[in-house]
């Protein structure tokens, strides 16, 4: 079986990034996990807070991928982990959407996204995702501390 997702008003929204779950991590309360994976392309420098207090998910968006801004020499090294942590704790935080996690059994959890061959499927499906792998990866930690 395979869960596929996108859109934060769709079935299993909260799966994205963009979904309003928020949570504490590294001290400071981030609005979404895309707020905080945005930020730490710039962690310790004063855009990590404008980024940490953009508006919305798409706004800290934007703001992370401006690069104008000097992007952490060892970004492509962490990326993966930061985005485990922030989902982990995005699903440790939230009762409700770790038992949605955690009731999708063994599916394959898909990002459905059409431009992102890294995080998501890409548009013909033969993208990494990365996000999706980490999602399942989050699920069977929470259910192995069940």
């Not at 994205?16 to 001290?27: I, Q, V």
């Not at 309360?29 to 998910?57: C, D, M, N, V």
């Not at 930061?82 to 770790?98: D, G, L, P, S, W």
Request: hydrophobic share 35%; glycine share 8%.
């Amino acid at each position: 079986m395979e869960i596929r997702f996108y859109r934060v008003n769709e079935s299993y929204g909260c799966f994205s990034n963009f979904s309003k779950h928020g949570f504490e991590l590294d001290d400071k309360y981030w609005k979404t996990s895309e707020h905080y994976f945005q930020a730490q392309k710039f962690a310790g420098t004063e855009y990590e807070e404008e980024i940490r207090l953009a508006k919305t998910p798409m706004d800290a968006a934007i703001m992370g991928r401006d690069r104008t801004k000097p992007l952490r020499e060892d970004w492509e090294e962490v990326k993966d982990e930061i985005m485990k942590k922030a989902v982990f704790k995005k699903f440790t935080t939230h009762n409700e959407i770790r038992e949605i996690l955690i009731a999708t059994g063994d599916a394959e959890i898909i990002e459905q996204t059409t431009g992102d061959y890294y995080w998501g499927c890409g548009l013909n499906g033969t993208g990494k995702n990365v996000l999706g792998k980490i999602i399942m990866e989050v699920r069977l930690m929470l259910k192995s501390n069940m």
